[in-house]
């Protein structure tokens, strides 16, 4: 299986903040990859696909990078609604795992 | 975008089942498949497995092969994760998710899951 190791497991920032989460693959992915937003009490957000594509609806201020075995996730300036959890899955190959996750509160 | 409800919270003794659904709004496209992630209290996200509806297949995690059953009723609008074997660290919030995959190619996994259910509790206790 593929793990993924997310760095830093926690984070405290303000509003404003530029914010950087890593990810890492346990062998080559290529682009295969997937954020997600988890706020407190709900369900999972898509938020970026293929490390760097967008969805729909996501602000600008999201940015996804990488490829191979280190990936990146930037919020370029924080905002009170970012306030949440961040995981990141491979889809390279099944089983389809997650990073162990990256909460991100308010300093 | 597929809009997804499941069903409500259940409490279980250790060693029964449990069966959860996922209604689909609209019904579930033939390209589609539904996963199942669940997330113990204070947890990460841990892929369950994925039921192919238009050739009623299922792929199951090794971590919970002969456990679990996923299934879907014919007209293809609700989805269900039946968990036997109930243990007490079954406790979790369980989601179903849809996958898109275009061209039927479903022995690729490279698609996200892009809508998700708002999530069933499931509480194990004796």
């Known amino acids: 299986d593929i793990q993924l190791t997310q760095s830093p497991s926690f984070l405290s920032a303000s509003v404003g903040d530029r914010v950087t989460i890593t990810c890492r693959a346990s062998?080559?992915?290529?682009?295969?990859l997937a954020w997600y937003q988890q706020s407190p009490g709900k369900a999972p957000k898509l938020l970026i696909s293929a490390a760097s594509t967008l969805q729909s609806g996501v602000p600008s201020r999201f940015r996804g990078s990488g490829s191979g075995t280190q990936f990146t996730l930037t919020i370029s300036s924080l905002q009170p609604e970012d306030f949440a959890t961040y995981y990141c899955?491979?889809?390279?190959?099944?089983?389809?795992?997650f990073g162990g996750g990256t909460r991100v509160d308010i300093k | 975008q597929a809009q997804m409800v499941q069903s409500g919270s259940e409490v279980k003794k250790p060693g029964s089942s449990v069966t959860l659904s996922c209604n689909v709004n609209?019904?579930?496209?033939?390209?589609?498949?539904i996963h199942w992630v669940r997330q113990a209290p204070g947890q990460g996200l841990e892929w369950m497995g994925r039921f192919i509806p238009v050739y009623r297949r299922s792929d199951y995690s090794h971590m919970f092969q002969g456990r679990v059953t996923f299934s879907a009723d014919r007209s293809k609008t609700t989805a269900y994760m039946e968990l036997a074997s109930l243990r007490l660290d079954d406790t979790a919030v369980y989601y179903c998710?849809?996958?898109?995959?275009?061209?039927?190619?479903?022995?690729?996994?490279?698609?996200?899951?892009?809508?998700w259910g708002q999530g069933s509790l499931v509480i194990v206790s004796s």
């Open positions: 998710a849809s996958a898109t995959y275009p061209g039927w190619n479903f022995g690729d996994f490279s698609f996200p899951f892009d809508d």
């Open positions: 062998q080559g992915i290529t682009t295969s």
């Open positions: 609209g019904g579930l496209r033939n390209s589609q498949t």
């Open positions: 899955q491979q889809l390279k190959s099944s089983p389809p795992l």
